[in-house]
């Protein structure tokens, strides 16, 4: 194995949509962009980074995550990077029609249930979104050793990244739902290391969770 590797990650700041979905209301056609309070939630983000010696900000290419990172890049006067591989989970056609009143169109509610490679009508199956944790896995930590950055993502794509990380080759559908037990909030930063360690005369070699959720900035 290669030197260790210490991953950064931040959720994404308040987005239009997560306003709506609190408030009960329809997504509006531009809920993708970040709020007032979301803005100010990355630029948060930002200042409490300031001591670590970023050089870059990755982020998911969509636009809440691409604002999140232009707040910290503001702070920080960082460049950014687009990863897709990033991306939040892609839900069915029928989610993305329900709103505000989405039902059982959610993937916690088919996904626990059917094949690994079963995927709703323009949805992502469990291995669709794996192999993109698994890339994400791959890609950033060859960049790690050369290069200190934040990456900026989202909160089904972090449980996806967690439950790789806990359970590694036997995670499973059957572990999506306890997952998400585990809450994230808006800019909350989580840290992954991949390092060797000993605990009571076991080897634990590969991914290990570090820190979850820290909004000691919020």
Not at 58 to 83: K, Q, Y
Not at 102 to 130: K, Y
Not at 190 to 216: C, H, K, P, Y
């Amino acid at each position: 194995m290669s030197d260790d590797v210490v991953l950064y990650f931040t959720r994404h700041g308040e987005s239009v949509a997560n306003e709506s979905d609190r408030a009960g209301v329809k997504r509006p056609a531009d809920s993708d962009r970040l709020s007032d309070r979301g803005w100010e939630q990355a630029r948060g983000v930002g200042r409490r980074l300031k001591r670590m010696e970023l050089e870059l900000v990755v982020c998911s290419d969509m636009r809440r995550a691409r604002e999140t990172a232009e707040g910290i890049a503001e702070v920080l006067d960082l460049p950014i990077e687009l990863d897709t591989d990033l991306r939040e989970v892609q839900q069915s056609d029928a989610f993305e029609a329900a709103s505000p009143h989405f039902g059982d169109t959610g993937n916690l509610n088919w996904m626990p249930h059917r094949p690994r490679d079963f995927a709703e009508p323009g949805a992502e199956s469990f291995d669709d979104i794996v192999k993109r944790v698994r890339a994400v896995q791959e890609r950033l930590t060859e960049r790690a050793n050369a290069q200190h950055f934040v990456t900026v993502s989202h909160f089904g794509f972090l449980h996806f990244f967690l439950g790789a990380v806990l359970f590694g080759e036997g995670f499973g559908p059957e572990h999506v739902k306890p997952l998400y037990n585990a809450g994230h909030a808006n800019t909350g930063i989580s840290i992954f290391e991949r390092r060797r360690r000993v605990m009571d005369s076991m080897v634990f070699d590969g991914w290990t969770l570090t820190t979850w959720n820290d909004r000691a900035h919020l």
